[in-house]
């Protein structure tokens, strides 16, 4: 199941549709061709052979009376490291570019420093001159919103603003901001934008922003509540696994063995609790990191 967190990030982008040309520009200037509207398609890419590829959000750029596709943009949302993305975002890429016949950009979007520089890994394809280079919006990418007036034109902007730099000291002048546009919200989006924007803010801007908005703040919107619970035992057990994770490969560190990018990637990718525990005990004996993967002892 996808976290809360990148549900989140997928409807900012399906909210509003420019965004993604926005980033591409304004964050990583990425030059975007003129464009008279932007329209979230469906992001379901299955071919007659059976698979299951679905990319977060697909927008193409539209312009002239008879809305003629100028540019296609892949979102996708990159919260943790995934072995299988470096083989699919090509083909959402190629598929893409086929289904509306004009360029496709990747753009894929982080909120961890760490998972910026994974997801900006060129993709070597197999074939001479074929390299995907993923544009990634990570959190350096993204702007400081703290101005009220710039919230109210962009108040996904802002609210992806206060995910990327909610525990830093602009975190308050960040929710402040992110206030004075949410009058302008629909109750929908308010809600579920209110949510995120406190879940993300460090504990003492979250204090100063729910005494603003009203004691005893609870968690509004229906995509909130939804999610909530689940994410909570969710974020607990995925707390578990990235904290063995980290123990395996700190212990094989710690015994100057060279931890090889696939190994630790293989690590950093487990969801098996079983299968970390076995890793932990394994790294204390293993002469070679590589061992450490062997499907044989324990």
């Not at 990319?55 to 539209?62: H, N, P």
């Not at 919230?151 to 992110?178: D, R």
Request: proline share 6%.
């Amino acid at each position: 199941m996808p976290s809360v967190t990148h549900e989140a990030l997928v409807e900012l982008f399906k909210n509003r549709p420019t965004l993604a040309a926005e980033m591409l520009q304004d964050a990583l200037g990425q030059p975007i061709p003129a464009f008279t509207e932007a329209r979230v398609e469906s992001s379901d890419l299955t071919e007659i052979v059976p698979s299951d590829r679905r990319a977060d959000v697909i927008v193409v750029l539209l312009v002239g009376d008879q809305r003629r596709p100028a540019m296609a943009i892949v979102v996708e949302v990159q919260l943790g490291v995934d072995p299988d993305k470096p083989y699919v975002w090509p083909v959402y890429v190629v598929q893409t570019r086929a289904r509306h016949r004009c360029p496709t950009r990747l753009l894929v979007v982080t909120i961890e420093a760490a998972m910026a520089r994974w997801c900006s890994q060129p993709i070597d394809t197999g074939h001479p001159g074929l390299t995907l280079t993923p544009l990634v919006l990570g959190p350096e990418g993204v702007p400081v919103v703290t101005d009220a007036e710039q919230a109210k034109a962009a108040p996904e902007v802002a609210v992806l603003s206060a995910m990327a730099h909610g525990q830093s000291a602009a975190a308050e002048a960040i929710g402040v901001a992110f206030l004075a546009a949410a009058a302008g919200l629909d109750e929908e989006r308010r809600a579920l934008y209110g949510d995120l924007v406190l879940s993300s803010l460090n504990a003492a801007a979250r204090r100063i922003l729910e005494a603003m908005m009203k004691s005893g703040y609870e968690f509004q919107s229906e995509f909130a509540r939804s999610y909530v619970a689940k994410g909570v035992e969710k974020g607990r057990q995925q707390g578990i696994l990235e904290a063995k994770a980290h123990d395996v490969l700190a212990f094989l560190e710690a015994r100057g063995l060279e931890v090889p990018v696939d190994v630790r990637e293989r690590v950093l990718a487990s969801t098996d609790i079983a299968e970390l525990d076995r890793w932990i005990r394994r790294a204390a004996v293993v002469s070679d990191a590589r061992a450490l993967l062997a499907t044989t002892g324990s």
